[in-house]
């Protein structure tokens, strides 16, 4: 199984929209994906994929699940939207720390353990997904806490976009601090998938901070502000955007497409996963068969 978290330190890299873009480029090649995002925000992937529309009801959520109070089965929580199935995000997300330290207390009290930063792998092998799935993605915010640490200790593997500028240098010089922070914080090995360049114009300074990234950089997605903005207004992902608008068919587009393709393919070749059945890069038609 492949499993990876989209993760930056920075904010407006494009994050959450590279997970769903991934998403849809594994489906598309015929690879069951699931997407667990974990951010509280409202400008989330949930809002994103249009599956948002219950966060602020009292329904059964992962949080729930994660404190082992579920109001019925993890398969209940799922909504799939171009073939990538999601668990979409709750308003409980903002008090998860709150909620795991008081399962944590209690549970101490009564002689048992409960590792605060285990719960969400412990949901998802109890549900099986392992087993069910192709790829796991994660989508947690990037500040420290339960949200991010639940994400990288179910995943153990990090997808990091990066803006190529001097914030973004900042954020790329301390990437392998960063990553040793969280082996330690939790007692696991952590991986870097990709490093993947966002809204990269080709200057030089733009190229000199490239040159610092250690990390594999197998795409370098150029700026795309447009395209992403469409996304976000008609709540899809951007082969689905420009699927359905003709009229963006533009070749620099379609190669931005192409990228996605071509980096899912190479993150699934990282575990040797082989897809079923890949696109030509960047073939917005291309029948979709799942397995």
């Not at 997970?19 to 509280?40: E, F, I, Q, S």
């Not at 949080?63 to 199935?85: A, K, Q, Y």
């Amino acid at each position: 199984m492949l499993t990876y978290s989209t993760y930056s330190e920075a904010g407006g890299v494009g994050k959450t929209t590279t997970a769903a873009n991934l998403a849809v480029a594994h489906a598309r090649a015929g690879l069951k994906p699931l997407v667990v995002p974990l951010d509280p925000q409202d400008g989330d992937l949930s809002r994103l994929f249009g599956v948002d529309e219950q966060r602020t009801d009292s329904v059964d959520n992962l949080v729930r699940h994660m404190i082992r109070r579920p109001n019925g089965g993890f398969t209940d929580l799922i909504r799939t939207v171009e073939g990538v199935d999601i668990v979409p995000e709750h308003n409980m997300l903002s008090d998860l720390a709150e909620f795991l330290q008081r399962e944590k207390d209690q549970a101490e009290a009564m002689g048992e353990a409960f590792g605060m930063h285990a719960q969400l792998l412990r949901v998802l092998r109890e549900a099986g997904v392992p087993e069910k799935y192709d790829v796991l993605i994660c989508d947690p915010p990037a500040t420290e806490g339960p949200h991010l640490y639940n994400a990288i200790h179910a995943t153990r593997s990090l997808v990091i976009p990066v803006e190529p500028s001097a914030k973004g240098r900042a954020a790329v010089e301390g990437l392998e601090a960063l990553v040793a922070g969280f082996e330690e914080q939790l007692n696991i090995d952590v991986g870097v998938l990709a490093a993947v360049p966002t809204g990269f114009k080709n200057t030089r300074d733009q190229r000199t901070i490239l040159d610092e990234i250690d990390y594999p950089i197998p795409e370098i997605i150029s700026e795309r502000a447009s395209l992403m903005e469409g996304c976000w207004m008609e709540q899809c992902s951007a082969f689905e955007y420009v699927r359905d608008h003709r009229s963006r068919r533009r070749d620099y587009e379609l190669e931005t497409l192409a990228q996605f393709d071509r980096l899912a393919r190479h993150l699934e070749a990282e575990v040797g996963i082989e897809a079923p059945n890949p696109p030509e890069p960047g073939d917005v038609d291309h029948e979709v068969l799942t397995v």
